[in-house]
């Protein structure tokens, strides 16, 4: 079992950043692959970015290619989500995962314009 806690969400103005972080316990959960999934009022469930198992694969939506960054460290047992460039289409709640398996309870993220 694994349990995932993310934090660092909040309100920015459209251009800003945030940094969100998924801190996991549990089973030894540097041996998941990890990402972020995000989902907007009224909208289904989407893709954001993944990070394998020792940090070098990575993957990203088209939508946040260039702005985001996903990275992990194993020791800490923590994966992040550095945001940049924001938009308001980027307003939504952020969920970490672990293998597609395991899910934390989401951050708010909130962009102005």
């Known amino acids: 079992q694994v349990q995932l806690v993310e934090s660092g969400g909040g309100l920015v103005q459209a251009g800003g950043s945030l940094r969100l972080s998924c801190a996991a316990s549990g089973r030894t959960a540097s041996t998941y692959a990890m990402g972020w999934f995000r989902q907007a009022p009224g909208k289904e469930r989407e893709f954001v970015a993944a990070?394998?198992?020792?940090?070098?694969?990575?993957n990203y939506a088209d939508s946040v290619k260039g702005r985001f960054t996903i990275s992990r460290n194993n020791a800490k047992n923590t994966v992040y989500l550095q945001m940049n460039s924001l938009k308001p289409e980027d307003t939504a709640v952020y969920y970490c995962?672990?293998?597609?398996?395991?899910w934390g309870q989401g951050t708010q993220v909130t962009v102005s314009s």
């Open positions: 995962e672990a293998d597609h398996t395991y």
């Open positions: 990070i394998m198992l020792g940090g070098g694969n990575v």
